[in-house]
T-cell receptor, first 116, second 114 residues
């Protein structure tokens, strides 16, 4: 178990450019979440996958954001036409849907995006 | 909708002193509560969780939390803190719905001074 990994760890881009982040969950975890954390705030839910299906999207996820998990393993989060307000830490978490009422999410180290 | 309030944005404390970080959540039929810790420039690490059963939950690094349904609270405590406990602590709630996403508080920065 190598934990959740995210790449890149840091990304600096200019306003208007597209960026893509990758998340590799803990192997065999069937649930994958994306969160966004801005300075001084707790993480806010963006979207959620169960296997390859994207089952939930937050209102925070504007049409410039798209996420995929094509084979039910790794996931990508793309932001098109970045804006300065997109500057944040993007966190990925994974969990395993077991027999209990709720699962435990394990977080990656995050990707810090700075939009100039 | 669920919400979480962390009453203190910053808590300074001296090494070896006890500490309590407060967390209140909005009432719901059933809730599942978590405390995560975040060290600078790192992701979140699970400290402890309450799913059911005993209201006193013990976690890693000597932390514990008590679930109080009548006061809708889930305060985090440690009897004696170390310099290495300096970090930001987040309380989170899940309603156990189909997606299980977490609702986080704004965090409490714990600063442990020598």
């Amino acid at each position: 178990d190598t934990g959740v990994s995210q790449n890149p760890r840091h990304k600096i881009t200019k306003r208007g450019q597209n960026v893509t982040f990758r998340c590799d969950p803990i192997s065999e975890h069937n649930r994958l979440y994306w969160y966004r954390q801005t300075l001084g705030q707790g993480p806010e839910f963006l979207t959620y996958f169960q296997n390859e299906a994207q089952l939930e999207k937050s209102r925070l996820l504007s049409d410039r954001f798209s996420a995929e998990r094509p084979k039910g393993s790794f996931s990508t989060l793309e932001i098109q036409r970045t804006e300065q307000g997109d500057s944040a830490m993007y966190l990925c978490a994974s969990s395993s849907l077991g027999g209990g009422a709720v699962d435990t999410q394990y977080f990656g180290p995050g990707t810090r995006l700075t939009v100039l | 909708a669920q919400s979480v309030t962390q009453l203190d944005s910053q808590v300074p404390v001296f090494e070896e002193a006890p500490v309590e970080l407060r967390c209140n959540y909005s009432s719901s039929v059933s809730v599942y509560l978590f405390w995560y810790v975040q060290y600078p420039n790192q992701g979140l690490q699970l400290l402890l969780k309450y799913l059911s059963g005993s209201t006193l939950v013990k976690g890693i690094n000597g932390f514990e939390a008590e679930f109080n349904k009548s006061q809708t609270s889930f305060h985090l405590r440690k009897p004696s803190v170390h310099i290495s406990d300096t970090a930001e602590y987040f309380c989170a709630v899940s309603d156990g719905g189909s997606q299980g996403n977490l609702i986080f508080g704004k965090g409490t920065k714990l600063s442990v001074k020598p």
